[in-house]
């Protein structure tokens, strides 16, 4: 390492020369790579599976690598063409059309994947569940939207919330029979899928056809359903050659979970459009099972996130030592900071630098980020993708010269871009207060040589373990228990999560604070709402700072959080 700069390693597919591509790029450049722009015929579906069997000759082709305990399994791109055909018939038997919402509620599985890619062939639109969701956050999601169907597992369809979904009319269970008993709304989906045609299912959309309503924790209030089309498939192709270097004998694998944007947009679709076979990994994290992962697939190229590197990390040299590791050509990380003792690991044990790129839910495609061709500059989430205007504004819209800390903006019109909430103009108009900017609720700085520096949120939105927790959802679970009178929550600091979810309380009369109640607290809105936004930390305060409207001050709380009580 050069002091702060790290020499990048140019790859085949790089922009050879940033500053010249990023002068002269435009993203209508990139639509001849679609066979739509022959054919006027779209589907984000068709081109990140069906064209690698109908067009480049990819049938054969292992698509996905499927690895969890004692399943292991491979499907080829034209085993998974015909699946999700058959997929999308059982849809259209059920009268799920074009536009209809269906949740996807699945643990990472092959079926989570063709079911997905059935959905888009239909122009349904896909809301992906995260599988830690409880009751509450599955009916403010599913509610909102009013899925009519949704696709599950015996393990988690006992959390639907039926009685709160009057529109939710078709139930999909996967491997049901180990779950019992199939109940009128629900269908048993191996059977369907057993007695389901695999004729072409195909359904062309428009280019603005929405695909995915992701929902995203905001700071105040509920989820946001961040709605997506299939025109982003334009800034994930060109994100997946620039970005992530991707070439035909790569083996690519993004651990992120299909809950999530990275696990919808890197997990699989851009890979795919890019003909490249997918690792997934079922079950919970091990350290040594994911270095296992790593070699026994070959693994070329890797996403994922820093708290997963210091998982791997604190497993220390005698784990990586066990592995051979030595088809990893580029690594990539995303969804929180990039400490330095990740980046240092990478490149003392594995030889190469981890490239970290910055984006959200709401940008739909990799935005600020390093590439092969270009310095790393040691915690800078880099600079700003070609086609890409990004700067730092003040609380009134105005940019601010280099070095100043402010609102991290981009200029709106990208083609991944979200394009709406679901349910409210009002939420989505708040993104674009001041025009021409997108405001991301980031705060950073960009140096003189146009390097971008993530500072944190600004809205008190909690990131722990890369996971994005809305404090609201969390506080209002909390104001439901019996003992609690009021909470407020924040992100505190932790070196291997970078942020834990702490909770201050407000007790009611007749409760007193003992170690049973802070476990039966973090267990209620683990029950509730989901695991990875339950509480870490408890702490009883007298009161709970508020603003001049009456709601929890989120600048107050973060500053205790940061020890500054
Ligand atoms: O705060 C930023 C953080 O993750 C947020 C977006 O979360 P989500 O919508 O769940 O998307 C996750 C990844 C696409 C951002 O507002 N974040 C994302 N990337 C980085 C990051 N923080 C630091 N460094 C990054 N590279």
Redesign the pocket.
């Known amino acids: 390492m050069d002091g702060n700069l790290i020499q990048a390693l140019p790859g085949p597919h790089n922009l050879d020369n940033y500053e010249k591509v990023y002068k002269n790029f435009d993203f209508a450049s990139v639509e001849k790579e679609f066979s739509w722009f022959e054919t006027g015929r779209i589907n984000i579906a068709y081109e990140a599976l069906d064209r690698n069997v109908t067009e480049k000759g990819l049938a054969d082709k292992t698509a996905l690598y499927y690895t969890n305990g004692p399943r292991v399994e491979e499907y080829t791109f034209g085993q998974l063409k015909k699946l999700s055909d058959k997929f999308a018939n059982v849809l259209k038997k059920f009268g799920v059309k074009k536009g209809d919402r269906v949740g996807m509620f699945l643990p990472r599985s092959p079926e989570l994947y063709i079911s997905f890619l059935g959905i888009l062939k239909i122009g349904a639109i896909v809301v992906p569940l995260f599988e830690a969701f409880m009751e509450e956050a599955l009916k403010d999601r599913l509610g909102d939207c009013e899925a009519v169907a949704v696709v599950t597992s015996p393990d988690l369809k006992s959390r639907l919330p039926l009685q709160h979904l009057p529109a939710l009319k078709h139930v999909f269970v996967v491997d049901n029979e180990k779950g019992g008993n199939v109940s009128a709304t629900e269908i048993d989906w191996h059977q369907e899928m057993q007695a389901a045609p695999d004729t072409e299912a195909m359904v062309w959309v428009d280019r603005e056809t929405p695909m995915l309503v992701m929902y995203?924790s905001g700071a105040d209030g509920k989820a946001k359903g961040v709605i997506h089309v299939h025109n982003g498939m334009v800034g994930h192709y060109i994100t997946g050659k620039w970005v992530h270097d991707l070439q035909p004998d790569d083996v690519y694998w993004c651990t992120a979970d299909p809950g999530?944007?990275?696990g919808i947009v890197y997990g699989f679709l851009t890979p795919w459009m890019f003909g490249l076979p997918i690792v997934i990994k079922g079950g919970r994290f091990k350290a040594e099972d994911w270095c296992e992962t790593l070699e026994k697939y070959g693994v070329t190229v890797w996403y994922s996130a820093p708290t997963a590197f210091r998982m791997i990390i604190s497993g220390g040299d005698k784990l990586l030592e066990k592995y051979d590791l030595s088809k990893l050509r580029h690594i990539l990380?995303?969804?929180?900071?990039?400490t330095p003792e990740v980046m240092e690991w990478s490149m003392a044990k594995l030889g190469i630098p981890i490239y970290?790129?910055?984006?959200?839910?709401?940008t739909g495609m990799n935005m600020i980020c390093n590439y092969r061709c270009l310095p790393i500059k040691l915690g800078s989430?880099g600079k700003p993708f070609p086609g890409i205007t990004a700067a730092i504004v003040d609380d009134d819209g105005n940019e601010l010269p280099p070095n100043k800390i402010g609102n991290l903006a981009l200029k709106a019109g990208w083609p991944s871009m979200l394009r709406g909430i679901w349910g409210s103009e009002e939420k989505y108009k708040e993104y674009f207060k001041f025009q021409p900017w997108f405001i991301?609720?980031?705060s950073a700085y960009r140096d003189e040589d146009g390097y971008f520096f993530?500072q944190g949120?600004v809205d008190g939105v909690i990131?722990t373990a890369?996971e994005?927790v809305g404090p609201w959802e969390v506080e209002n679970k909390l104001r439901e228990h019996p003992a609690v009178k009021d909470a407020g929550v924040a992100g505190k600091p932790d070196a291997l999560r970078g942020e834990i979810v702490k909770a201050y309380i407000v007790l009611n009369e007749g409760y007193e604070w003992n170690p049973d109640l802070s476990e039966e607290l973090r267990n209620y809105v683990k029950k509730g709402l989901a695991a990875h936004a339950a509480p870490r930390e408890f702490e009883v305060v007298p009161g709970i700072p508020k603003t001049k409207e009456g709601a929890n001050d989120r600048k107050a709380l973060k500053g205790w959080a940061l020890g500054l009580k």
Do not use: K, Q, Y
């Open positions: 995203a999530w944007i990275t990380s995303v969804g929180e900071p990039l970290d790129t910055w984006w959200m839910s709401e989430i991301s609720g980031d993530f949120r990131n890369g994005r």
